[in-house]
């Protein structure tokens, strides 16, 4: 059933991704499910992202970093769902050792440069509401693009180093995973060699950079509260805070999701039910990222509503 071969000292395998289910009568509903989620979340964000292009008043950072989040969040479903459907479609559960790996490498680079962002973002709220006049010196066009080039370049060199520490253990049992894609994670656990270094420096590396992040997100609020409570008008106090709330709707839903799959996966000992709550963070943020901002936010609402009005009457025409 599994291909292995040994070609210079290194192991080549065919690894079974077992997905949500085995039970056929439910693939047909979980692939048209996923489909749907896949689709509007790229409709969604590639809306976001042409909303902010085309609309000269969104050319500030908070919708730089916005638009690298949108992108982000589609590249990452679009590293999980497609494969998931196609093995659906053609009941093919192989993935290629390489593959996995890559998958997991990138999935691991998706989820810490989205942290990365969430973090900068709520820094850039930090500088607008509690040093305005200094706003457009310090968040200058050049210091965007060197911040989001920094996380991309941690992200990057975080998810080579935990598929550099795969590529040194040996494997010697096939790998079956119950998961519906490959995480660094899960391919550790099939290793016939000594892994708990590589599992304490992933989990360490991990939780340094993905907390590292929150901190300055909590740091940036808590100075944001303090200083929106000194304004005198209480029309100033709703503009400050209208300008935080999907900021702080998208960071709860990425880092709730995340902290409660962590814990799904320490209290429950199914692979099977950790693999469902893992859609919890790896799909739904994505999807659900681009109502939260369209709805929240009045900016974004007005740039969607010429977006969509232009696409309209080129249609029309």
């Known amino acids: ?129 509690c040093y305005p006049l200094r706003y457009t010196v310090l968040m200058n066009p050049f210091f965007c693009v060197i911040l989001v080039l920094i996380s991309l370049f941690i992200s990057i060199v975080n998810g080579l180093l935990h598929s550099l520490m795969v590529l040194h253990l040996s494997f010697c049992t096939d790998l079956e995973i119950l998961h519906f894609f490959c995480e660094i994670a899960q391919i550790l656990k099939h290793a016939c060699s000594d892994n708990l270094i590589n599992n304490i420096l992933i989990f360490v590396i991990a939780s340094i950079l993905a907390c590292v992040p929150l901190f300055g997100i909590i740091f940036s609020y808590i100075h944001i509260v ?58 739904v943020p994505p999807m659900l990222n681009p109502f939260v901002y369209s709805l929240k936010n009045r900016d974004m609402k007005e740039a969607l509503k010429k977006v969509i009005g232009r696409t309209a009457s080129l249609c029309d025409v």
Do not use: W
């Open 1 to 129: 059933m599994h291909n292995m071969e040994v070609k210079n000292n290194s192991i080549v395998l065919d690894i079974f991704l077992h997905g949500l289910t085995d039970d056929t009568e439910l693939q047909p509903f979980i692939f048209g499910f996923f489909l749907c989620m896949y689709l509007i979340t790229i409709f969604g964000n590639l809306l976001i992202m042409l909303a902010i292009i085309c609309d000269s008043h969104l050319h500030t950072p908070m919708y730089f970093f916005l638009c690298h989040l949108a992108f982000n969040d589609m590249y990452l479903i679009s590293i999980t769902v497609p494969k998931m459907l196609v093995n659906i479609q053609t009941q093919d559960q192989r993935i290629s050792f390489a593959g996995c790996l890559s998958q997991g490498c990138f999935v691991a680079v998706c989820f810490i440069f989205e942290c990365f962002l969430l973090g900068i973002m709520a820094y850039d709220r930090f500088i607008a509401i």
């Open 226 to 283: 303090s200083t929106v409570l000194k304004m005198p008008s209480s029309e100033g106090k709703y503009k400050a805070f209208s300008t935080c709330g999907s900021h702080l709707s998208v960071v709860s839903l990425f880092y709730g999701t995340g902290f409660g799959v962590y814990i799904t996966s320490v209290v429950i000992d199914s692979p099977k039910e950790i693999a469902v709550a893992s859609v919890m963070y790896s799909i």
